[in-house]
């Protein structure tokens, strides 16, 4: 089954077509965007020596329910998303400051399925989502420096503060079909100004980050309709501790507010109000491997959203 344009070629179906697009259109905002664009991130700001290379692999699985407005008929909406991501950071000095620059690449197989006015439908997606590409600078903290002088600044400043900046831009260059109503790629750019604040004291971190989440316009939304999508607002917030041998442990949380889609002027009534809560722990393997584990659960304070639970494992290494 290809999905929904199967059902209006069904002859016995009275669905009323406004309703069938506004319920495919929710279905596409609730699941894979909601997986996406509101990321939840321990240890964002923490500096490493200039001229580091980090490379990871990551594998997450996201599965949970999709809530609609009744009114659309869209009813038991399930959706499971298979998740591998490559990624890429580089550190080095800008302005005489700490700064990073990383890159991710994700891959995804994503199955929705549920009843459109009581009727089961599927829907199968496989292939490479948006990609993201950010530039980070710490304005205030540890110096950029070499591994011996990071040591003996942390050494003499147990207790310590960090201010951050960074820009993300994510590239619509994702799995788009200007036919279909639900792709992995969103076909528009998608820019995430973040400031952060991180405070150490010893073995305690507690970071605090806000995010501004801008879209552009998908002129080539479902056969050539316009869709904007209003910024989504985010804050999150963790508190992690490290302990001997390189392990730490975090627990996050995590709110976005915003993000309404309007198509052909129209607006969707599908402003986000979404929480994230998470733990996370990671520990070495070697002296320049390290593992993450991490769960998120995701929870929409609307009556229309999703609920969603995620598991990830991310591998990287250090050279």
């Avoid at 459109?116 to 980070?136: E, I, W």
């Avoid at 503060?161 to 750019?189: E, M």
């Avoid at 390290?290 to 999703?306: C, F, N, P, Q, W």
Wanted: glycine share 6%; aromatic share 12%; charged share 20%.
């Amino acid at each position: 089954m290809n999905g929904y344009p199967a059902i209006s070629k069904n002859k016995r179906l009275r669905i009323n077509k406004k309703k069938c697009i506004l319920s495919v259109v929710y279905f596409s905002i609730f699941s894979i965007q909601f997986v996406f664009s509101q990321d939840i991130e321990p240890r964002r700001w923490n500096v490493f020596p200039l001229k580091t290379n980090v490379a990871g692999v990551g594998y997450a699985y996201t599965n949970g329910d999709i809530l609609f407005d009744p009114l659309l008929k869209a009813e038991n909406v399930t959706v499971n998303v298979n998740t591998v991501a490559a990624n890429y950071v580089r550190s080095f000095k800008l302005f005489s400051k700490f700064a990073r620059f990383d890159v991710l690449v994700p891959y995804t197989v994503a199955n929705w399925q549920g009843l459109l006015s009581g009727n089961p439908t599927k829907v199968h997606r496989d292939g490479f989502a948006d990609p993201r590409m950010r530039l980070s600078l710490n304005l205030l903290g540890a110096p950029a420096g070499t591994a011996k002088e990071l040591y003996t600044y942390y050494a003499t400043h147990p207790v310590n503060t960090t201010l951050g900046v960074s820009l993300a831009v994510t590239l619509p260059l994702g799995q788009y079909f200007d036919d279909k109503l639900i792709n992995l790629g969103q076909n528009q750019f998608v820019f995430c100004p973040q400031i952060g604040l991180v405070h150490n004291w010893k073995k305690w971190s507690y970071e605090l980050t806000g995010s501004v989440i801008l879209f552009t316009k998908n002129p080539n939304f479902s056969n050539g309709k316009d869709k904007v999508q209003e910024p989504v607002f985010a804050l999150q917030t963790h508190l992690i501790r490290s302990f001997k041998n390189k392990c730490w442990a975090s627990v996050s949380l995590s709110y976005g507010l915003g993000g309404q889609s309007v198509v052909n002027r129209q607006p969707n009534r599908d402003k986000r109000s979404d929480i994230q809560s998470a733990a996370s722990f990671g520990f070495p393997l070697s002296k320049r491997q390290g593992v993450k584990v991490v769960y998120v659960h995701s929870e929409t304070l609307r009556d229309i959203g999703a609920k969603l639970n995620t598991v990830a494992l991310g591998w990287s290494i250090l050279f």
